[in-house]
């Protein structure tokens, strides 16, 4: 195994350097302290991705500000509940949303798909906070032992085969439907 130098994992060394870029930002802006704490909305159950990445960023921030930082998990919809409670919750810099770009990009333009808010007129993206990879798995034992075979099972037989995604107008659900 070869070292980069880096402590990070490296789908996590996005992330790390981002959250550094972002501190240097705010260590070169005003002095600002918030008279309560920064709340950061995340879309998605605790323990996952989003949800630790989240947690890292409050944790710096709350260093940084002197003052907590408060991780909600509003679950649900593709991380269209959590959307929602950030646009409704005022634009005063206090309250940010963590979310995949199924969220932000791909929802909002799928064909019958409404969500409850504009992320264009309603929200302001602020930094891409880390990059993520997906795998393909099936059950120890299948028949299935390449992509290839997976494909022409799924092609030989349509409908046949099934898969878990995120959720609609997620990443995963469009790279399943390919």
Known sequence: MRRTGSPLPPGLRPLGLMVALMLALVGTAQAWTPD??????VGFPAGGTGDLTARLIAEMA???????A?????????????????????ADGLTVLQCPMGTM?????LP?????????????????????????VVADGHRFRSVA???????????????????IGSAQHLAGNC
């Open 112 to 136: 019958g798909q409404r969500l409850p808010v504009d992320v264009v007129t309603e929200l302001v993206p602020v930094a891409t906070l880390a990059l993520s990879t997906y795998g393909l």
């Open 62 to 68: 709350g260093a940084r500000f002197g003052q907590n």
């Open 36 to 41: 309560r704490p920064v709340r950061v909305l």
């Open 105 to 109: 990009t791909i929802a909002p333009n």
């Open 149 to 167: 075979d997976l494909l022409a099972e799924a092609r030989a037989r349509p409908g046949a085969l099934t898969f878990a995604s995120a959720g």
């Open 70 to 90: 408060v991780v909600e998990n509003r679950t649900g919809a593709n991380g269209a509940i959590a959307a929602e409670a950030a646009a409704r919750s005022g």
